[in-house]
């Protein structure tokens, strides 16, 4: 699988607190290793992120990407639950 990072996504990753950033990196390389382990959560996602999907970074840090094309994932959020979800 190759992983690809959205401009948006870099720039929130840059934002993000260094432990954040940590859990997020730890996390990532559970994803390349097994994307549907337990811990991560992986879950669809529903109205303006239809076709996208969801992991968990810490209880409340999300991660946002969906699949390219096939064996090409892009990530294209990240942040609190509430700032992504919110209208």
């Known amino acids: 699988m190759l992983v690809l990072f959205s401009t948006v996504f870099k720039k929130q990753y840059k934002k993000l607190p260094h432990p954040i950033q940590k859990k997020f990196n730890e996390r990532f390389g559970l994803f390349i290793s097994n994307p549907f382990h ?50």
């Open 38 to 87: 337990p811990l991560l959560g992986n879950h669809p996602l529903k109205g303006d992120y239809a076709s996208c999907q969801s992991i968990n970074i810490t209880g409340n840090y999300r991660a946002i990407f969906y699949e390219e094309r096939t064996g090409f994932v892009r990530f294209i959020s990240i942040g609190t639950h509430s700032g992504l979800y919110r209208k």
